[in-house]
């Protein structure tokens, strides 16, 4: 376990209140399993005292260079987005539990359905799985167009069904509108999203294997404050915590 | 002895830094971190009787300079605590202070008789203070009487020094710790997390699922350092100060205002590495006031020095 300072070397708005930061240190060559998350340090004093957990989108090992997509929605990931490059990012991580890519095999099918600020994770895991020659599919839902990102670099990897809330974009509806003819070849399915999202692709799944990661607001990020925690009928205490025993469980573990 | 060093009731510490209660679970996750035996001590995520599942998330929301939190006392229940949770702690060798806490008298003092028990805990810290709990908590820690009936009977079965933890959440704080100081309690843990809320303004609902919840952070250092200043002129048990407290600088501060040792709670959640950093510092800071040992800190603010400290 770590806490790294990252330089930022851009923190961009790539959509409505969506930024794009991208951070370099070496604590990035740590950052290497999809799903991990960042708890991250927003402000310079103590007004805004809590980290935010923020999954990690893409890492480039090589150059040491980690990227974040974050909605700046509150004043601390407001502060966050004021930053400027060069600044110090003080980090936590990589946290967490990432996906499981075994379980998919080489000729087999991934399905990677992602909600609004749960898309992010989704390109590191997309990534991984192709270069491991999984034929990967993308689900991607957002409000309206104007909230949409990284549509683009999404279709570099895989087919990309974009769902959007008002139809400006894609499919009108939800990502589980969607969901209904990518299930006929039984891909494995990985989720990302609020939580009534994640019900819902479990629900529509049907039985697949799959994995889901869940968002909840953190105190401690490494599970020492049981603020994030979740109920699962599959472990004997009774829950799970969703920093450091997930955020990423598998499909049917946890009660949504 | 060294020069950090703090002796109280059953609590014989190289330092006078431990984790405050709820803010470090049973410490195998920050002992991930860090080696736990540079602690001056431990306490521990609260035990009642039986597993206790907390209430609905979300739990926690931020608020200026601090946190509200509403977990709800989740833990595995007692005799889990002692089997699986106490024993990875002993390889540490530091003093633990084990929080009790229940939704009745008789909850408190059965737990009080299993954990006060074990050779692994060094005292007890009795809660009478969570605000997050429906049944027990801060009922027996907002009247005098019961406080003190609580105190009196759980000293009865506990083979360890008993420190109360009390509550902010009262109209005079003086007066509770002299209850319970009459009840035989042993010293008094000082604060508990005053009761808030916070509410989205675009829908008008409260963050968290509980609606209340506990302050805790640098905002309530003040409140923190005011209630130890006023109670410990007027009970002579020692005090394990706690609020807000991040820093080396807050723990000199707090002890000052009559503090004996000093427990760091969110603290922990912004710096995994917050405990260890000021324990490193501290003695910095006593040489650039001219103090030998930071004993001598404790109740500062309203104790005549012999030799004045200016001419030190």
């Not at chain 1, 075994?102 to 600020?117: P, S, W």
């Not at chain 2, 300079?65 to 949770?85: D, F, H, R, T, Y």
């Not at chain 2, 009977?153 to 009390?166: G, H, T």
């Amino acid at each position: 376990m770590k806490k790294h300072l990252l330089r930022i070397t851009s923190n961009t708005e790539i959509a409505r209140n969506i930024f794009e930061m991208k951070l370099t240190g070496s604590g990035v060559s740590l950052m290497t399993a999809p799903g991990q998350f960042l708890h991250v340090s927003v402000g310079k004093d103590s007004s805004n005292l809590l980290r935010r957990p923020l999954s990690i989108c893409d890492v480039d090992l090589d150059r040491e260079e980690a990227t974040l997509l974050y909605r700046a929605q509150g004043d601390g990931t407001k502060q966050l987005s004021q930053k400027n490059n060069g600044e110090m990012v003080d980090v936590l991580g990589p946290l967490g539990n990432g996906f499981n890519l075994d379980t998919v095999d080489q000729n087999k099918n991934a399905l990677l359905i992602g909600g609004g600020i749960g898309v992010p994770p989704l390109y590191y895991l997309g990534k991984q799985l192709k270069s491991s020659g999984v034929q990967v599919t993308f689900i991607l839902g957002y409000q309206s167009k104007e909230d949409s990102f990284y549509v683009e670099k999404f279709q570099e990897i895989g087919e990309t069904i974009v769902t959007t809330v008002d139809g400006s974009q894609g499919q009108k509806g939800f990502v589980t509108d969607a969901m209904e003819p990518c299930l006929e070849d039984e891909p494995v399915i990985y989720s990302v999203g609020p939580g009534v999202m994640l019900k819902a692709v479990e629900e529509r799944a049907g039985g697949l294997d799959g994995y889901l990661s869940l968002e909840e607001r953190m105190g401690c990020g490494i599970g020492a404050c049981f603020a994030c925690v979740c109920p699962t009928e599959t472990r004997q205490s009774g829950y799970v915590k969703i920093c450091s025993d997930g955020p990423v469980f598998k499909m049917g573990e946890v009660v949504l | 002895m060294s020069r950090l060093s703090v002796s109280l009731p059953g609590l014989n510490m190289k330092n006078p830094i431990l984790p405050a209660s709820g803010c470090f679970g049973f410490g195998k996750e920050y002992a991930k971190w860090y080696d736990l035996s540079l602690l001056g001590g431990i306490t521990i995520k609260a035990a009642t009787l039986e597993g206790r599942f907390g209430n609905p998330t979300p739990r926690v929301a931020e608020t200026e300079s601090g946190m509200l939190n509403a977990i709800g006392l989740q833990n595995p229940g007692v005799i889990n605590i002692l089997e699986n949770e106490l024993p990875a702690l002993e390889p540490y060798n530091i003093p633990i202070l084990a929080n009790i806490a229940g939704s009745t008298e008789e909850e408190y003092i059965e737990v009080t008789r299993q954990i006060s028990a074990s050779p692994l805990v060094s005292a007890v810290e009795l809660n009478i203070s969570c605000p997050n709990v429906k049944e027990g908590g801060i009922q027996f820690g907002t009247h005098y009487k019961s406080a003190a009936d609580l105190t009196r009977q759980v000293k009865q079965v506990s083979e360890k020094p008993v420190y109360v933890k009390l509550s902010p959440n009262v109209s005079n704080i003086v007066e509770m710790a002299q209850a319970v100081e009459a009840a035989g309690a042993d010293g008094l843990s000082m604060i508990n997390t005053l009761i808030g809320m916070k509410l989205d303004w675009r829908t008008g609902k409260p963050i968290l699922a509980n609606k209340t919840g506990g302050l805790s952070g640098p905002a309530i250092k003040p409140v923190a350092i005011r209630m130890i200043y006023e109670v410990s002129q007027k009970v002579s048990l020692p005090i394990i100060g706690m609020g807000g407290v991040s820093t080396a600088e807050d723990v000199l501060e707090m002890m000052s205002a009559g503090a004996s040792a000093v427990a760091v709670g969110t603290a922990n959640f912004v710096n995994p590495y917050v405990c260890p950093e000021i324990i490193e510092k501290l003695p910095d800071l006593l040489d650039e006031i001219g103090v030998r040992n930071i004993s001598e800190m404790t109740g500062r603010s309203f104790r005549q020095w012999k030799t004045p400290l200016s001419s030190r």
